[in-house]
């Protein structure tokens, strides 16, 4: 057994481990010992026959490694995997411990799948940080238990030392909750800056992305005149407003991420979330550098900035109902201490079937982002909500569904009461 899964053992029997079906995770854990609880939810559905795995990735000490390799893990999967053999979502986690979550796969195969599916996690335990679990049927037929690997052997260890399985409550919040923090979401230049100078080795771009980085974080000047952030989902009327205000108000239009990312932009959209983030995060601190050199000329006005970083960076990293994000008041909503703040920010929010109706009329082609938010009414909900979390500043809601100008005029109202304009 490797020392990962040696360092994981000794409160084995306090983690959770959680299995996603249909989006709906099924929690359960592990006991040495039986005390005639029900078999977990997640195992009832399962015949007689069938046999469960699995495969949990450890977090080694290079992230990046650890959050490329859980990628190519399901590709693997999905190709080597026989055709009938369901593959879920899966993770381990101690309940209220940070950055105590792993992730995983959890594989559902019959007798007919066993052996190729058997010989395929052999062959990952070898080679891969991996640690693999078996589920089967206890021998009286009425529990189940859950049987290690052992590496060396790559053969299921000593039936006895399994482990039975136990119903678990859900915890208060979604487990990858846990693990949000300087993974989806970066709350200093430093941490974004870390992981970007750890992926050089590995994608070339990286290193073009960090000449681009301004070297000085605090924002060069402080702005003499409002900088006004105007926030929302995809076709909210951002680009339509934030055009309208540029020439009402004289003002400078600053997209985000900054127009010197874009060639940069596709390749780090197909990373995992880490990286992805980790560019993002780093775009803001780039328009801030810009914030500074043009707010001491005219105000300022930044088409998506932190919000839109943290708001999807969140609803991505959990899955399911509002009710499973961070609670409100959550650290995770800070403003990072290091990156400027702006005067104003502003959420446009829209009716579902309005947005649907002017994305159609824009016709263009759609993010993968965004076409999970058509199709995901509740991802959609996930990132609205974590836009209104978000702290310092908090942003002031706007409803666009009024014409262009009605929604340029409320906006300009509230400017003025903000930033005496
Ligand atoms: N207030 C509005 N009423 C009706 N249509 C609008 C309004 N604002 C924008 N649009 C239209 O909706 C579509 C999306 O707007 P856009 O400004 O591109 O959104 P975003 O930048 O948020 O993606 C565009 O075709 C635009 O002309
Ligand atoms: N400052 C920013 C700007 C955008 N993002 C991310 C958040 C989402 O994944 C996408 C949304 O951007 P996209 O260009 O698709 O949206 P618009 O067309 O501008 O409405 O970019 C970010 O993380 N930080």
Partial sequence: MSKHAMSLLPRWCSRVFSVELNGAPFYFAVKEKHLGEDVPRVFREVQNRDKCYSVLVYCSRDRIKTAKFYGELKDKLLRDLPPECRLSPMSSFLPKVRDSLVKGYFLKGNSDTSSPIERLLSDLIQHDPVLVCSYSPAEDGQQWTQHMWSETASQVMDVAKGYYVVPSEAPEYHP????????????????????????GDIIPEAKAVLELLPSRVEARNKPDFP??????????????????????????????PPECLSPWRARFDQE??????????????????????????????????????????????VSGPVCNLPGEGSEVYCWPSDLFQPSLVVLLTLDPEERKRRLRNRGQGKTDEEEELDHNQLFRLRVEEAYRRISGPACVTVDASPSADRVLQQVLLLIRGKCHL
């Fill in 176 to 199: 990858s909750t846990l693990n949000i923090i300087n993974s989806d979401v970066f709350y200093s230049f430093d941490e974004a800056y870390d992981v970007m100078k750890k992926c």
């Fill in 227 to 256: 900088v006004i952030v105007i926030e929302g989902l995809d076709a909210t009327g951002k680009t339509t407003l934030t055009e309208s205000l540029k020439d009402t108000l004289g003002a400078t239009l600053l997209p985000s």
């Fill in 272 to 317: 995992p979330p880490l990286i992805r983030r980790a560019f993002y995060a780093l775009g803001n601190y780039i328009s801030a550098d810009q914030i500074g050199l043009k707010g001491t000329k005219t105000p300022v006005i930044v088409d998506r900035f932190w919000h839109s970083t943290a708001a999807y960076a969140i609803a991505t990293a």
